[in-house]
């Protein structure tokens, strides 16, 4: 593994010496007074090969400015099962060459896990976005956001959010953590939303609000309300969930229901990616093969998902049914029902669900 690390960071570093920041991101309408940070700003990827040796991959601009978790701390694993292999080594550094050598393991599965506990804030968003461009030089394909947080900046949760929507994230919630306040809006922008500990909701407001009378507070909170139902639409979830969290009081908290969870969109199959991932399907294979991948996920989820069944388990009766919708499909076998899904270190594809979660082994 060495041997593919050393000619990466000579190349890594020939092209962060020459280059320079690139043009700000579009931002998004910020909904809370921002931190103080510089934002990421990335430029495209470029692919070379080294000769004799494995792919390289290096920005052709990069700038990452200094930033730190000092709101929460970060572990790396190349595992799903965090039971059997805990939850991997903690990240010391958001630096690009720290991001690399903790990810660098990850390539052999195809699989990182991140496991952050702590606050919503500008290095959390940091973490997910540059862990996700590092991924996708090395082909890191499957990235898994295991979490547990009690909320923090509303401005920082949208634009984690939005950065979690466009790279490919599942968002665990397992048993023993929480995901509570800011860190909803998290849980609402995975690809996949599984959901086992406690989900809680309150309202979110302005940070330093200048507000001194109820008039004030109330056109504050409705640019909030605003955002807030913009962001959720974008992401899957329903946008009267803003409407119930602004009549929680700040300083109590609700829980939601799994029943909540499933009526908010909270959990399961993000809705927005669904439809785009059909989309491109359908464009690409054709209807015929759209409409029997959609028959076989509608029977995967009843037949193979249903609580006690372990992962290898699901993944065989997952493949157990491919003959019955006519999979694998020659023309298009890179887009079938769990041709994504990463392979264990025993074979077995598992599922992106954490142990303890539905459809997961006790």
């Known amino acids: 593994m060495g041997r593919w690390l050393f000619p990466l960071a000579m190349c890594l570093a020939l092209a962060a010496?020459?280059?320079?920041?690139?043009?700000?991101d579009a931002e998004a309408p910020t909904v809370t007074l921002a931190d103080a940070d510089a934002p990421v700003r990335s430029g495209a990827a470029t692919r070379r090969r080294v000769a004799g040796d494995a792919p390289t991959y290096y920005p052709d601009v990069t700038y990452w400015p200094p930033v730190s978790l000092d709101g929460g701390r970060a572990r790396i694993s190349c595992e799903y099962d965090y039971a059997?292999?805990?939850?991997?080594?903690?990240?010391?550094?958001?630096?690009?060459?720290?991001?690399?050598?903790a990810l660098q393991d990850c390539r052999e599965l195809g699989l990182v896990r991140v496991?952050?506990?702590?606050?919503?804030?500008?290095?959390?968003?940091?973490?997910?976005?540059?862990?996700?461009?590092?991924?996708?030089?090395?082909?890191?394909?499957t990235r898994l956001l295991d979490l547990d947080s009690a909320g923090g900046h509303v401005e920082e949760a949208i634009k984690a959010g939005d950065r979690i929507g466009e790279s490919d994230w599942t968002v665990w919630v397992r048993r023993d953590s929480l995901c509570h306040s800011a860190c909803v809006l998290i849980l609402a922008a995975g690809d996949q939303r599984t959901v086992d500990g406690?989900?809680?909701?309150?309202?979110?407001?302005?940070?330093?609000?200048?507000?001194?009378?109820?008039?004030?507070?109330?056109?504050?909170?409705a640019q909030v309300n605003g955002e807030l139902r913009q962001y959720l639409a974008r992401n899957g979830a329903a946008e009267t969930l803003a409407d119930l969290m602004m009549t929680v009081p700040n300083r109590n908290l609700r829980l939601l229901k799994p029943e909540e969870l499933d009526l908010y969109g909270l959990q399961g199959t993000n809705p927005v990616e669904d439809d785009l991932n059909r989309i491109r399907v359908a464009r690409k294979c054709g209807e015929d093969f759209a409409r029997r991948r959609d028959a076989f996920q509608r029977a995967f989820d009843?037949?193979?998902?249903?609580?006690?069944?372990?992962?290898?388990?699901?993944?065989?009766?997952?493949?157990a049914l491919y003959p019955r919708f006519g999979f694998p499909d020659p023309e298009c076998p890179d887009d079938a029902p769990l041709a994504a899904l990463p392979k264990s270190r025993a074979g077995a594809a598992p599922l992106a669900t954490p142990a303890g979660g539905r459809g997961a082994a006790e």
């Open 17 to 24: 010496c020459g280059g320079g920041p690139a043009a700000d």
């Open 84 to 101: 059997a292999h805990g939850d991997g080594e903690p990240l010391a550094t958001l630096e690009f060459f720290g991001v690399v050598e």
């Open 115 to 141: 496991r952050y506990e702590g606050r919503i804030d500008a290095g959390f968003t940091a973490l997910v976005q540059r862990v996700a461009e590092v991924a996708d030089r090395m082909e890191i394909g």
């Open 198 to 221: 406690k989900v809680g909701i309150h309202r979110l407001m302005r940070d330093r609000s200048t507000a001194s009378t109820r008039a004030e507070l109330s056109a504050e909170l």
């Open 302 to 319: 009843e037949r193979c998902m249903a609580t006690g069944k372990a992962y290898g388990a699901m993944a065989s009766c997952g493949l």
